[in-house]
T-cell receptor, first 114, second 113 residues
Framework: AQSVAQPEDQVNVAEGNPLTVKCTYS??????LFWYVQYPNRGLQFLLK??????LVKGSYGFEAEFNKSQTSFHLKKPSALVSDSALYFC????????????FGKGTRLSVIA | NAGVTQTPKFQVLKTGQSMTLQCAQD?????MYWYRQDPGMGLRLIYY???????DKGEVPNGYNVSRLNKREFSLRLESAAPSQTSVYFC????????????FGSGTRLTVV
C-alpha cells in the first residue's frame, strides 16, 4: 500500500529565510512524487514532480524538492520565502507499477511572516 | 480556458436529500477522480475512473455513487446525504498512468444540516 507522511501540520518562517516542508513516503516499488499547493478557497495547483533522473527537481515559483531514496523523503524547499508563499502544501505519491491513483499527505500549512 | 469544471460551487442539503456533483474536463484526459477534503485529513479518494467505462472505489466510497458519463464527464451522487458528508469535494483528471500529475477543479463546498 502507498502512503505519505507530512510530519508537520504547520510551518512558520520569516520572510526572506529559507523554508522546508517535509514529506516521507512508502511504496512497494519506485515512486512518482508530487507537490501541490492550495491557496484559500481554491483547488490544488501543481508545483513540481519527480519522475526519474536528477534527484533535485525544480518547479514553479522558485520551489525545489530533493528526492532521497535511502530516506524515502521528498522535502520541498525554497531559498527565500515570500509572504505570498503562505498556503497549504500537499505531498503525493503513486507507485510506478500499475495505474493506481495518487495518495496525498494530510497537508502542511506554511505561514510566512513579514 | 482548458481545465476541470465543477458545479455547483456551494450547496446546502438537508439530511436525507440527494444531489449530484458534476465534473467535466476538456483536456482529453483518460482518468478522472473524486476526492474529499476535510480539516486535518488531507485529501481522501472517494471513487475514480481510470478510463471511460470503468469506475473503482477509493478509500472512502460509502454513501456515494459515480457515473462516468463519457470521456469528459464524471459525476458524484449522494443518494441520502448525512452530516458526515459535509466536506469540500474536488474533482481531478489526468493522463492514464505514469508520471502525470492531476489537474484539479476549484471544488464544491457541501454542507449537510
Amino acid at each position: 500500500a502507498q502512503s505519505v507522511a507530512q510530519p508537520e501540520d504547520q510551518v512558520n518562517v520569516a520572510e526572506g529565510n529559507p523554508l522546508t516542508v517535509k514529506c516521507t513516503y512508502s511504496v512497494s516499488g519506485n515512486p512518482y512524487l508530487f507537490w501541490y499547493v492550495q491557496y484559500p478557497n481554491r483547488g490544488l495547483q501543481f508545483l513540481l514532480k519527480y519522475i526519474t533522473g536528477d534527484n533535485l527537481v525544480k518547479g514553479s515559483y522558485g520551489f525545489e524538492a530533493e528526492f532521497n531514496k535511502s530516506q524515502t523523503s521528498f522535502h520541498l524547499k525554497k531559498p527565500s520565502a515570500l509572504v505570498s508563499d503562505s498556503a497549504l502544501y500537499f505531498c503525493a505519491v503513486r507507485d510506478r507499477s500499475g495505474n493506481t491513483p495518487l495518495v496525498f499527505g494530510k497537508g502542511t500549512r506554511l505561514s510566512v511572516i513579514a | 480556458n482548458a481545465g476541470v469544471t465543477q458545479t455547483p460551487k456551494f450547496q446546502v442539503l438537508k439530511t436525507g436529500q440527494s444531489m449530484t456533483l458534476q465534473c467535466a474536463q476538456d483536456m482529453n484526459h483518460n482518468s478522472m477522480y473524486w476526492y474529499r477534503q476535510d480539516p486535518g485529513m488531507g485529501l481522501r479518494l472517494i471513487y475514480y475512473s481510470a478510463s471511460e467505462g470503468t469506475t473503482d472505489k477509493g478509500e472512502v466510497p460509502n454513501g456515494y455513487n459515480v457515473s462516468r458519463l463519457n470521456k469528459r464527464e464524471f459525476s458524484l451522487r449522494l443518494e441520502s446525504a448525512a452530516p458526515s458528508q459535509t466536506s469540500v469535494y474536488f474533482c481531478a483528471s489526468s493522463e492514464e498512468s505514469g508520471g502525470y500529475g492531476y489537474t484539479f477543479g476549484s471544488g464544491t463546498r457541501l454542507t449537510v444540516v
